[in-house]
């Protein structure tokens, strides 16, 4: 299969050998965000505006912290509390004035809400990822249909987690028709239940390791089943 700027990030996730490839890929997509956010780019005057509209997740808040280049993030939540400040205070009726009846009252408390909820739910970070996530969804539906040493490698592979498999069982249809569709979706599910019961057995025997009588037994590949099963079920 040659080697296309499309295909490089999905093949380098399928390198890991991880229990979901996507997520191997959502992975270096949200540090390459992170990292894009702290760099030079949060000084170019439509990144900034971005950033000070939406600011970012409580998730990415503190991978941002961990990641280190502070003064890069206080500059952009310098500007951001600017913004919410603003926001704010255009909802600042005081609820508990005399003058307020308890309906009105009411209303100001509501609309302060949902302006802290609107402030909340927005994320930079978030935002970029879910646009690149969306065409890495459609890139692996493509792979799959035409390139089939692609299809071999990822039916080789341990498969998805629950939730990327969702989305991309959501997204098929409307990238494939018929027996495509059929033979994709297919190929996922078979997959999906060979890796579940690969992955049953691990845990399994994971559990089974702590009874004295199997304390000299191998461990196999169960001693690291537990995070990778945290992985399949729930995304990393």
């Not at 100001?108 to 609107?118: G, L």
Request: net charge neutral; with cysteine; proline share 3%.
């Amino acid at each position: 299969m040659k080697e296309q700027i499309y295909t490089i990030p999905l093949n380098d996730a399928l390198a890991e050998d991880s229990e979901c490839l996507m997520c191997s890929l959502e992975k270096k997509l949200e540090d390459d965000a992170i990292s894009y956010f702290l760099g030079p780019a949060m000084m170019e005057d439509d990144v900034r505006k971005i950033t000070n509209e939406k600011g970012f997740c409580r998730r990415h808040y503190h991978l941002m912290l961990d990641k280190g280049g502070r003064l890069s993030l206080a500059l952009m939540i310098d500007t951001h509390l600017e913004e919410v400040r603003e926001k704010l205070g255009k909802k600042s009726k005081k609820p508990h004035s005399s003058f307020l009846s308890k309906k009105a009252a009411l209303n100001s408390i509501n609309e302060m809400v949902n302006a802290i909820e609107q402030i909340q739910s927005s994320c930079a970070v978030c935002d970029k990822l879910a646009r690149q996530l969306k065409q890495a969804y459609s890139n692996f539906i493509y792979l799959w249909d035409t390139e089939a040493e692609f299809r071999k490698k990822f039916l080789n592979s341990k498969g998805l987690c629950l939730p990327h498999m969702a989305e991309l069982l959501r997204i098929a249809p409307n990238e494939l028709g018929g027996k495509k569709l059929d033979s994709f979706v297919g190929d996922i599910y078979d997959l999906q239940n060979a890796q579940l019961e690969r992955l049953n057995g691990e845990v399994n025997w994971f559990t089974k390791k702590y009874d004295y009588r199997n304390q000299d037994e191998p461990w196999g590949t169960a001693q690291d089943s537990l995070p990778r099963a945290v992985t399949k079920l729930s995304k990393y």
